[in-house]
Nanobody, 125 residues
Framework: VQLQAYGGGLVQPGGSLRLSCVASGLILDYYSIGWFRQAPGKEREGVSCISRTDASTYYVDSVRGRFTISRDNAKNTVYLQMNSLKPEDTAVYYC???????????????????WGQGTLVTVSS
């Protein structure tokens, strides 16, 4: 059972990247899924998360309006589309199963279930 994050890379400020979180050995539509990031010297933060049926989503203030989370349960994949990237978005991004997401969600929180290996996003000119 694993989650694997793909799609990181080097991008200039203002650019875009799409991250993918692919599950194997795990039926992803049983879970709410979140994207987290950790920059050097900083604590890990929950960036965005999505409910099982993608009816509800959450974004941390710093990315709201720039990032979009979505899922394709048929492909067992969750995406994070990142637009208008800023140098402060530079971090290792991880996907993970999280506590159930609803319209009342104010924080993405790991359910202490599954974590994927991270993918590095570097925003620099």
């Amino acid at each position: 059972v694993q989650l694997q994050a793909y799609g990181g890379g080097l991008v200039q400020p203002g650019g875009s990247l799409r991250l993918s979180c692919v599950a194997s050995g795990l039926i992803l539509d049983y879970y709410s899924i979140g994207w987290f990031r950790q920059a050097p010297g900083k604590e890990r933060e929950g960036v965005s998360c999505i409910s099982r049926t993608d009816a509800s989503t959450y974004y941390v203030d710093s990315v709201r309006g720039r990032f979009t989370i979505s899922r394709d349960n048929a492909k067992n994949t969750v995406y994070l589309q990142m637009n208008s990237l800023k140098p402060e978005d530079t971090a290792v991004y991880y996907c993970a199963t999280v506590t159930p997401v609803t319209i009342m969600t104010t924080l993405c929180a790991s359910d202490n279930g599954y974590w994927g290996q991270g993918t590095l996003v570097t925003v620099s000119s």
